[in-house]
Antibody
Framework: QVQLQESGPGLVKPSETLSLTCTVSGASISIYSWTWIRQPPGRGLECIGNISYSGSTNYNPSLKSRVTISVDTSKNQFSLKLRSVIAADTAVYYC???????????WGQGSLVTVSS | DIQMTQSPFTLSASVGDRVTITCRASQSMSTWLAWYQQKPGKAPKLLIYKASSLESGVPSRFSGSGSGTEFTLTISSLQPDDFATYYCQQYNSYPWTFGQGTKVEIK
């Protein structure tokens, strides 16, 4: 059974960098593609970007200038960095496996990140 | 970006009711549409993909239809476990985008 778990600081100051890691168990990270998705409190879902098993990335154009997604195959993890955060970046951040090219299953439980001084 | 608009925003229904949620796309996208269910405090769960294909393990009371710009999710007989928020997602073109969600509440 594939499981994902997000980890990282729950509080980030404005203008700093948000960093999250997703640890994958039950599957090799080298076989699938992986996605980061976020959900601001009380709002809908937004794809941040994804990374393929080959290391190629796609980023949402609305965030592209501030985002980096990377993979560490030795640890079976992939990571998200979002630079120069503002209050509007406050959200629950989910990692998910990408299946059938563009669907998400399963998801991690989510990690709430608050941007505040 | 393709904009996805769901209706209604909130739906009040009783156990046993037939429920339909609509998702409209800002441009034609064949059948590249998925539906997810999200319960409070939980991650979304994939229910349907390619507009009408049921994900393994999802009860058969869930069904999807549509193509082009208009899609529907139907629950044939609402069960207590189905009270949740439902999101559509397009994967016709990047960036993949979601609808704003439809909350199914107990009447």
């Amino acid at each position: 059974q594939v499981q994902l778990q997000e980890s990282g600081p729950g509080l980030v100051k404005p203008s700093e960098t948000l960093s999250l890691t997703c640890t994958v168990s039950g599957a090799s990270i080298s076989i699938y593609s992986w996605t980061w998705i976020r959900q601001p409190p009380g709002r809908g879902l937004e794809c941040i970007g994804n990374i393929s098993y080959s290391g190629s990335t796609n980023y949402n154009p609305s965030l592209k200038s501030r985002v980096t997604i990377s993979v560490d195959t030795s640890k079976n993890q992939f990571s998200l960095k979002l630079r120069s955060v503002i209050a509007a970046d406050t959200a629950v951040y989910y990692c998910a496996r990408t299946v059938r090219g563009a669907l998400f299953d399963p998801w991690g439980q989510g990690s709430l990140v608050t941007v505040s001084s | 970006d393709i904009q996805m608009t769901q209706s209604p925003f909130t739906l009040s229904a009783s156990v046993g009711d037939r429920v339909t949620i609509t998702c409209r796309a800002s441009q034609s996208m064949s059948t590249w549409l998925a539906w997810y269910q999200q319960k409070p405090g939980k991650a979304p769960k994939l229910l349907i993909y390619k507009a009408s294909s049921l994900e393994s393990g999802v009860p058969s009371r869930f069904s999807g239809s549509g193509s082009g710009t208009e899609f529907t999710l139907t629950i044939s007989s609402l069960q207590p476990d189905d009270f949740a928020t439902y999101y559509c997602q397009q994967y016709n073109s990047y960036p993949w985008t979601f609808g704003q969600g439809t909350k199914v509440e107990i009447k």
